[in-house]
């Protein structure tokens, strides 16, 4: 399914009249102006699977965010923003083929990121829970003069929830005390399998997802997982895709339309021309005696 059909950068000699007749003169920077026009990149032809393919610099990530605020997409994170980021918002444009659906989102490396921390966050806490009930049990198995529940009396609906707890201490052992009143760790998954977790709970079915280096904190193989679960999402699923990405096992997804930001000007590639594809190919063929 495809809903963005084209999105409009502005060309360098626009952004040139834009410069012209700008009065500020305070900023150092005129970002994300002179990114992408500077790659000769004004027009991006979007396929079911579109990729932006590049170094760090190129701007694939600026394009992705651009795209993401013009189309009004759901995101987790913040993103860099300058004094002039309206300013070119307004002179971008896009051509819909379908009107963009709700679920659609940009999912970053950060969101994973922050994903991730999350997880280990609320585990801490229920950590942390798990051994104040375990001091409870103690003081309350064991309600030796001068601790706080020497002498405890009900004194209101209030200290119900104590009173189970003291009546619980004093017929189950410390693990099943522990175990009733615990909260239980989430489980917690390796990086690559939380990750991996991340991107199949945020993509639903019917939507458009612009995803900025989605291989970070991916295995190989997690990456070959990723990118057979991308490929059913447009066959069956009805989505489309736009990646920044410089992982081969992305660039490979059947059908992309790659955009190589690192040419002068950017231009449309196969995925085996790259060179950061190329490097991996020429590397594994000198070893490939190894391999046998």
Not at 126 to 134: A, C, G, L, T
């Amino acid at each position: 399914m495809i809903y963005l059909s084209s999105f409009f950068f502005p060309d360098a000699e626009r952004e040139v009249s834009f410069r012209m007749g700008e009065r500020r003169t305070c900023f150092d920077s005129y970002y994300p102006f002179q990114i992408l026009s500077g790659k000769g990149l004004s027009v991006l032809e979007a396929d079911h699977i579109t990729i932006l393919y590049g170094g760090n610099g190129s701007g694939k990530t600026t394009a992705l965010n651009v795209m993401a605020e013009k189309l009004s997409l759901q995101r987790d994170t913040l993103y860099n923003r300058s004094s002039f980021f309206e300013d070119y918002l307004n002179m971008c444009h896009c051509d819909l083929r379908r009107a963009i659906p709700r679920p659609s989102r940009v999912i970053t490396s950060d969101d994973v990121f922050d994903y991730m921390l999350n997880l280990r966050a609320i585990n801490q806490g229920v950590d942390r829970n798990r051994e104040e009930i375990m001091q409870d049990y103690l003081e309350m198995a064991n309600a030796n003069p001068g601790n706080r529940f020497s002498g405890w009396q009900l004194k209101s609906m209030e200290d119900y929830e104590t009173l189970k707890k003291l009546n619980a201490a004093r017929h189950k052992t410390q693990s099943r005390f522990v175990r009733s009143f615990a909260a239980e760790n989430v489980r917690e998954k390796s990086n690559g399998e939380s990750a991996f977790a991340y991107f199949t709970d945020r993509i639903r079915e019917n939507a458009l997802y612009l995803l900025d280096e989605p291989e970070n904190s991916l295995s190989p193989s997690r990456q070959t997982e990723l990118a057979r679960f991308l490929e059913e999402s447009v066959r069956f699923y009805g989505c489309q895709f736009v990646i920044a990405t410089h992982s081969p096992f992305l660039l490979a997804l059947r059908g992309a339309k790659i955009y190589d930001l690192d040419a002068d000007p950017a231009q449309v590639r196969s995925w085996t021309a790259l060179p950061n594809v190329r490097a991996y190919y020429d590397f594994f063929r000198e070893h490939q005696d190894d391999f046998e």
